[in-house]
């Protein structure tokens, strides 16, 4: 076993041991980025240097003994679109190919202050826009499963660094299954938390009534590290609630006993894999001979999520995106004339094809005239989406389904139709129109040996629920143990 | 189409986007196909029903109005894709 193979919970004990260092660890790390990137293509940045001395700063803390930091000498990446100071933050984007942060996110700086060591910053779909990384503007990530295939998206260099062991865990966003398809299709642990359990301050923004940061990690006890490390309110950002955070780790092993574990009809349909319903099905006879209690429940609005989602998000990222001009920071186009050339064409060579849509389409449902037909309807449709939810969770904890109706597809499959790729978030966007926390965690693998994702939704801010039912499943099942053939 | 090719180029104009003429025609097809697929929203009845702004509703919190950080002038400027001294340096704004 290479010390790269470690999960956090073994590195960590091993580092208060002093069996381990964490310039021993970062090494490893380092090395593995080295000799798989080529081929996977997670990293956008590698901080090698940056790394190692934050490894070194760990080992004097280590030496020294006394009370440590929650990740102290881990080695984690994070998705370029979370700002961190000094260190180049694209979003994906040749408009910020260039950007150098002045500041860290909230984030950043909460996993700085947990000890954790960054080594580099992973690629994703420009802005977040994408279920593939297909849309990055620098070069799409491969599935570490098979390298013909997507790794999923938006997150999806966040998902195939920690697949691939290159970083013990990484930081991804979801806004509409950004973090839990890529963890399906690369066969990892990943969690979207409550709309407002963790900042969003110094996070590049897409859509901000979705958006949420969150964990990728090598199994369940992991995944509440990073959770515990992340989680919190940040006056910084006003969206982010003023509640406790459990500890996590503490009610890890209570197990799923008595657990009422919702299965809506509607995410068992016509048109999925086979092998995706089956393991998922399996995943809830695991579930119920642990103890759990499955009971037959319904989301009726569910097929009406992407049309609410894309109407919202892309109003809300035309929105958002009007920053980008070309004055303080990013691309400006060389020789236009005047300021409105300058704009236009500076937006027209920075955004990649797949931004401007969403900012087109945004542009329209929000200008005079269709506002009420499209936004304020689907912010209506988006009550009827949360109400179902609630109303579900009158009759179950945890409810389980499918991360995505497939395993991962090749590159280029979806690429020539935008709504097909849309698609592939069917079973993740309603989560983020309800703002619950929603966590993808591996149980099987399809015909082509290709990773498959069961999806636990949670009460809002039920996080320590779905871990814990996470955890169970992983004492029982060897899914999580399994390595891509890198 | 539902949508014509002068309303995809008075929205550019709103969004601040130069397209070619390709991508106008691509747009086109696009907005046909999203706006058809989006249309299913119009068989619920949401009459009566409050909109969702944010699922999870936080009152906007208020602070008193204190410098909190300071300036890095030099670190902002780095980012600036032009800038004379201590400035940035921007196109005309008044013809």
Known sequence: MALYNLTIHEASDLLRKRQLSAQELTRSVLERIRTTDAQVHSYLTVCETEALQQAETADRSLATGGPLPLLCGIPVAVKDVILTKGLRSTAGSQILAHFVPPYDATVTCRLREAGAIIVGKVNCDEFAMGSSTENSAFLPSRNPWDLSRVPGGSSGGSATAVAAEQALAALGTDTGGSIRLPSSF?????????????????????????????????????????????????????????????????????????????????????????????????????????????????????????????????????????????????????????????????????????????????????????????????????????????????????????????????????????????????????????????????????????????????????????????????????WHLRKPPL | MRISREEVQRMALLARLELTATEETELIEHFDKMLSYIEKLNQLDTDGVEPTAHAVAVPSPLREDQVTNQADTEALLQNAPAREADFFKVPKIIE
């Open chain 1, 186 to 478: 690369c066969g990892v642990v990943g969690l979207k938390p409550t709309y407002g359990r963790v900042s969003r301050f110094g996070v590049v923004a897409y859509a901000s009534s979705l958006d949420q940061v969150g964990p990728f990690a090598k199994d369940a006890q992991d995944c509440a590290l990073m959770l515990q490390a992340i989680a919190g309110h940040d006056p910084r950002d006003s969206t982010s609630v003023n509640t406790s955070v459990p500890d996590y780790q503490a009610s890890l092993t209570q197990g799923v006993r008595g657990l009422r574990i919702g299965i809506p009809k509607e995410y068992f349909v016509e048109g999925m894999q086979p092998a995706v319903e089956v393991a998922v099905q399996q995943a809830v006879a695991e579930f119920a001979a642990l103890g759990a209690r499955p009971v037959p429940i319904s989301l009726p609005h569910t097929e009406y999520a992407i049309a609410a989602y894309y109407i919202i998000a892309t109003a809300e990222a035309s929105s958002n995106l009007a920053r980008y001009d070309g004055m303080k920071y990013g691309y400006r186009a060389p020789q236009t004339e005047g300021l409105g050339e300058t704009y236009r064409r500076t937006r027209a060579q920075g955004f990649g094809s797949e931004v401007k849509r969403r900012i087109m389409l945004g542009t329209y449902v929000l200008s005079a005239g269709y506002y009420e037909a499209y936004y304020l309807k689907a912010q209506k449709v988006r009550t009827l989406i949360r109400q179902d939810f609630l109303k579900a969770f009158e009759a179950c904890d945890v409810i389980a389904t499918p991360v995505a109706p497939t395993t991962a597809f090749r590159l280029g499959e979806k690429t020539a139709d935008p709504l097909t790729m849309y698609l592939s978030d069917i079973f993740t966007i309603a989560v983020n129109l309800a703002g619950l926390p929603g966590l993808s965690i591996p149980c099987g693998f399809d015909e082509n040996h290709l990773p498959i994702g069961a999806q636990l939704i949670g009460r809002p801010f039920g996080e320590e629920v779905l871990l814990q039912a996470a955890y169970a499943y992983e004492q029982a099942t060897p």
